[in-house]
């Protein structure tokens, strides 16, 4: 006869639960960032021409332009060879967070989770864009009067948003830490 321990179950006390899921529960936000952030950019690409404004709001523009490097356009006029050094770092970067998410609860670690699930998705985006076309399409302008910040995209929001998460988590989780002391 199969006891709870064989079938993969935890006893606390009387009872007995199925095994929390892990992280990559989360796995369905990260393939939802990749979806939005390529049809929005195949909609950009065809329909609006390069540096064209298009403004939404009196700070904010759409406006297609590519960047060949990193953030900031860092490495953006090197020879191409920054290329497959960003795509190689999004595929190192991708497999250690899909790790990571691997052996985390889904449940407990929810934030921590979703956090990572946005910045697997958007570093997967960016990726997609530099292996099909050598660079990133970028067309979020933001800006106050003649001062712009570098145009970024959906990936580029969902990463953002993610770090903030997991910043957010880790203080979260120092404040519970101190405050159990």
């Given at each position: 006869?199969?006891d709870?321990?064989?079938?993969?179950?935890?006893?606390?006390?009387?009872?007995?639960?199925?095994?929390?899921?892990?992280?990559?529960?989360w796995l369905?936000?990260t393939?939802?960032?990749i979806?939005?952030?390529?049809l929005?950019?195949?909609w950009?690409?065809?329909?609006?021409?390069?540096?064209q404004?298009?403004?939404?709001?009196?700070?904010?523009?759409l406006n297609?332009?590519y960047?060949?490097?990193?953030?900031?356009?860092?490495?953006?006029?090197?020879?191409?060879w920054?290329?497959?050094?960003?795509?190689?770092?999004?595929?190192?970067?991708?497999?250690?967070?899909v790790?990571?998410?691997?052996g985390?609860?889904?449940?407990?670690?929810?934030?921590l989770?979703?956090?990572?699930?946005l910045?697997?998705?958007?570093?997967?985006?960016?990726?997609?864009d530099?292996?099909?076309?050598?660079r990133?399409?970028?067309?979020?302008?933001?800006?106050?009067?003649?001062?712009?910040?570098?145009?970024?995209?959906?990936a580029?929001?969902?990463?953002?948003?993610?770090?903030?998460?997991?910043l957010?988590?880790?203080?979260?989780?120092?404040?519970?830490?101190?405050?159990?002391?």
């Amino acid at each position: 006869m199969m006891d709870a321990n064989d079938a993969g179950l935890r006893v606390t006390g009387a009872s007995a639960r199925a095994p929390e899921g892990s992280g990559l529960r989360w796995l369905p936000l990260t393939a939802l960032v990749i979806v939005v952030d390529q049809l929005v950019k195949l909609w950009v690409v065809a329909d609006f021409m390069p540096y064209q404004s298009h403004p939404i709001l009196p700070v904010l523009d759409l406006n297609l332009m590519y960047n060949t490097g990193a953030a900031w356009s860092f490495l953006a006029d090197a020879s191409g060879w920054q290329r497959w050094l960003f795509t190689a770092l999004a595929v190192a970067v991708s497999i250690a967070l899909v790790f990571w998410m691997r052996g985390l609860r889904s449940r407990t670690q929810a934030l921590l989770s979703c956090s990572l699930a946005l910045i697997l998705g958007g570093a997967v985006g960016n990726m997609i864009d530099r292996m099909r076309t050598g660079r990133v399409v970028d067309f979020i302008l933001a800006h106050w009067n003649n001062h712009f910040f570098p145009a970024f995209n959906v990936a580029d929001s969902c990463i953002t948003i993610g770090a903030a998460l997991l910043l957010f988590d880790a203080l979260r989780d120092a404040q519970a830490a101190k405050g159990s002391k």
